[in-house]
């Protein structure tokens, strides 16, 4: 059974960071990409980064130069790391994969950004 647990998510200060966590259970973790993705209240889920796994990165533009995402194999676990954070960001953030022809998501971990 695939799983995925986020966690990392809080409330921050404009300008501060936090390093957001999934976990991945259930699949052949390092054969896998993972991607983040978020959610604003009355806003359509986006992308924000993915990571192929040879380690290969995806970054949105909204994200570019602020956020990056990375990969521990051994661990099972994909960081996004996020700096320079800002109001826009708030949004609850989704980790993803895709296996078997099917989209699996996590629970999700809140981000709030106060100005």
């Known amino acids: 059974q695939v799983q995925l647990v986020e966690s990392g998510g809080g409330l921050v200060q404009a300008g501060g960071s936090l390093r957001l966590s999934c976990v991945a259970s259930?699949?052949?973790?390092?054969?896998?990409?993972i991607g983040w993705y978020r959610q604003a209240p009355g806003k359509q889920r986006e992308v924000v980064a993915t990571?192929?796994?040879?380690?290969?990165?995806y970054l949105a533009d909204y994200v570019k130069g602020r956020f990056t995402i990375s990969r521990d194999d051994v661990k099972r676990t994909v960081y996004l790391q996020m700096n320079s954070l800002k109001p826009a960001d708030t949004a609850v953030y989704y980790c993803?994969?895709?296996?078997?022809?099917?989209?699996?998501w996590g629970q999700g971990t809140q981000v709030t950004v106060s100005s």
């Open positions: 993803h994969v895709y296996v078997n022809w099917r989209d699996y």
């Open positions: 990571i192929s796994r040879g380690g290969s990165t």
């Open positions: 259930g699949i052949t973790f390092s054969s896998q990409g």
